[in-house]
């Protein structure tokens, strides 16, 4: 796309498209177990998939999923998101980052990627203060990539 009207007439077609297949349903009255299943899976949701069991372990958080946690806690609180955008955002990660990453460090990356869709930081002010961070932190617990 070259120009403006080019980017909208191509948007326009987009938006157009729908569903090549659609059944329709007696809903609410009736509603098979299998139709409601695949309604509540979108597709692209990676939480509360089924998993293998894993042992439970005693944890105590380490001091930048404790920052981290007060931090998303902190957007909530400013109105920036809640819990349940933050959960979708999770899960818009995709399977690759959402089972990849630790727990708070999907917290972290989906709290950087709202704040920067939103406007309210840009990407050159985060890499600025993780640039801030990590030199403030040097030869501490995060250096050398560690988190």
């Not at 938006?15 to 509603?31: F, N």
């Not at 957007?75 to 959960?87: A, I, K, Q, Y």
């Not at 999770?90 to 917290?107: I, K, Q, S």
């Amino acid at each position: 796309m070259n120009s403006p009207a080019e980017f909208e007439a191509q948007a326009n077609r987009v938006a157009g498209y729908g569903p090549l297949h659609h059944e329709e349903m007696d809903s609410p009255y009736y509603l098979p177990n299998s139709a409601f299943d695949a309604l509540r899976h979108v597709l692209h949701d990676v939480g509360g998939q089924p998993a293998l069991p894993v042992a439970y372990e005693e944890k105590v958080e380490e001091d930048w999923e404790m920052s981290t946690y007060v931090t998303c806690e902190c957007l909530g609180w400013r109105g920036v998101w809640n819990s349940e955008e933050r959960r979708r955002a999770e899960n818009d990660l995709g399977a690759t980052l959402y089972f990849g990453l630790p727990y708070y460090a999907r917290w972290i990356t989906v709290a950087a990627k709202t704040l920067i869709n939103k406007g309210l930081i840009t990407p050159d002010e985060l890499s600025a203060k993780i640039d801030e961070v990590r030199a403030r932190t040097a030869g501490g617990p995060t250096a050398g990539g560690r988190s």
